[in-house]
């Protein structure tokens, strides 16, 4: 009998809702390889977290890439689940929300390539080891890809639009292969980057509370285990209502 684990790639690891969904799938037996622009972190408590990390630059279309390589010889021919969680919004000089007419074209292009981009660069990359495990995408969209949001700038609500779309187009076309693509999009989470005047959103939010990381990461590990196994397409909402 293999002794080898299901084995995670998730990006933007290292914080916030990236954080607690290494912790969840740690905790059910899971090897969690982890993407960042950044070495790894000395100080980080995984164990096994040096050998499983891997520097990728997901702002840089060719980098991205050029890992694909790099990530292929770590996960020895399978790939249960990949989790596109990474993703930036750039703001103006004091925090203000970047609005389409005050986005610069090199600004685009950098979240584009973290937001959208890599999200198929890295299931294409790896589409014949995702196949092998008969494995699951899980991209990362938001509530800002369907609504203008007080907060986040034109170019990360874009990015996440058209993130939804291609989780579609996706589950469409990595289907015959046993691949299951799906989205989760979270609205107001208690993490480190939440904005200033929040606790306005959350007043008129059904549940009257932000979301926790865990409960999105809950949400994620579902939809790579055997009770979604008949979900692929799909865009799950966690936002305690905030969609309606």
């Known amino acids: 009998m293999s002794d080898r684990l299901p084995t995670l790639l998730l990006t933007g690891a290292s914080r916030g809702i990236g954080h607690s969904t290494v912790k969840r799938f ?7 390889l982890t993407c960042s622009r950044q070495p790894f972190d ?15 630059d997901l702002a840089d279309a060719a980098n991205t890439q050029k890992a694909i390589d790099v990530i292929r010889a770590r996960i020895g021919g399978r790939l249960e689940a990949l989790v596109n969680n990474a ?29 959208f981009f890599a999200s198929i660069v890295l299931a294409g990359g790896l589409c014949r080891e995702l196949a092998a495990a008969k ?30 779309a291609l989780t579609r187009e996706m589950a469409h076309d990595f289907g015959p292969l046993g691949v299951r693509v799906n989205a989760i999009a979270p609205g107001e989470v208690d993490t480190a980057i939440l904005s200033p005047g929040t606790e306005r959103i959350v007043e008129e939010l059904p549940l009257r509370r932000l979301g926790t990381p865990a ?26 209502g905030q969609h309606i």
């Open 215 to 240: 409960e999105v990461a809950e949400a994620i590990f579902f939809l790579c285990a055997p009770g979604a196994s008949y979900i692929t397409g799909a865009e799950l909402h966690i936002n305690g």
């Open 87 to 115: 993703g930036i919004s750039p703001k103006e000089p004091g925090g203000a929300r970047l609005g389409a007419l005050d986005t610069d074209l090199e600004t685009w292009g950098q979240v584009f390539n973290v937001n």
């Open 26 to 32: 740690s905790a059910a037996g899971w090897r969690v």
């Open 42 to 56: 000395s100080r980080c408590p995984w164990p096994g977290g040096e050998e499983n990390h891997i520097e990728i």
């Open 135 to 164: 494995g699951a995408v899980v991209n990362v969209t938001s509530i800002a890809g369907s609504r203008v949001h007080p907060f986040a700038g034109a170019a990360y609500a874009t990015s996440k639009a058209a993130l939804a």
